[in-house]
């Protein structure tokens, strides 16, 4: 069993659409969770901490449900800019384990 | 400028032959982790390191090895023993500390030819 699952998509939605995203993990001592967007052949980049409570940052809106054990990421009024592949990070405790997901890959349509 | 340096970009690298991918941080971390991405897939977690002259297996360690004698440095050697070696490498870094992100550098493209 992988450590963390993302639907891998694609995930093909018009510009001006929500789109939602979830991930789930294994190990409930999970501390921290990510969520990273990366461009084609480039490195990932920081798209949002994801806190206990919940956390908005403009157009995104990241949850965390512990007890499912599950992170999603909410993108309102899709950009063309936002095409990308979203990846959902989680920080074990247990030696300090940064686990990725594998993608979830997301373009917006004209 | 602070940050994380991977080099060369691209590396192209001849079967049997071992290869090392430099990284180099100035952000003054204490964590960094080196990440193997193929083409439409995640990150999987090679070698990871909380602390200098020390260092963990990830989930695909076998035919890579790393090395962390200074803060600032985790070099990756990818050996012959790596059946499959042609990939995106991506190092990161991050401080020890909870809900901290982690950096990346540029990446290494690898190709085997």
């Known amino acids: 069993r992988k450590e963390v699952e993302q639907d891998p998509g694609p995930f093909n939605v018009p510009e001006g659409a929500t789109v939602a995203f979830n991930c789930t993990y294994s190990?409930?001592?999970?501390?921290?969770f990510f969520w990273y967007r990366q461009d084609c052949r480039k490195e990932p980049k920081l798209l949002m901490s994801?806190?206990?409570s919940g956390n908005e940052d403009g157009r995104f809106t990241a949850q965390l449900n512990r007890a499912s054990q599950y992170i999603s990421l909410l993108i309102r009024d899709s950009k063309l800019s936002d095409s990308a592949t979203y990846l959902c990070?989680?920080?074990?405790?247990?030696?300090?384990?940064?686990?990725f997901g594998t993608g979830t890959s997301l373009t917006v349509i004209p | 400028d602070g940050g994380i340096t991977q080099s060369p970009k691209y590396l192209f690298r001849k079967e049997g032959q071992n290869v090392t991918l430099s990284c180099e941080q100035n952000?003054?971390?204490?964590?960094m982790y080196w990440y193997r991405q193929d083409p439409g897939q995640g990150l999987r977690l090679i070698y990871y390191?909380?602390?200098?002259?020390?260092?963990q297996k990830g989930d695909i360690a076998e035919g890579y090895s790393v090395s962390r004698e200074k803060k600032e440095s985790f070099p990756l050697t990818v050996t012959s023993a790596q059946k499959n070696p042609t990939a995106f490498y991506l190092c990161?870094?991050?401080?020890?500390?909870?809900?901290?992100?982690?950096?990346f550098g540029q990446g290494t493209r690898l190709t085997v030819v």
């Open positions: 990161a870094s991050r401080p020890d500390r909870i809900n901290t992100e982690a950096f």
């Open positions: 190990n409930s001592a999970s501390q921290s």
């Open positions: 994801v806190y206990s």
């Open positions: 990070v989680v920080n074990f405790v247990l030696g300090n384990q940064f686990y």
């Open positions: 952000l003054n971390h204490d964590a």
């Open positions: 390191s909380q602390i200098v002259n020390d260092f």
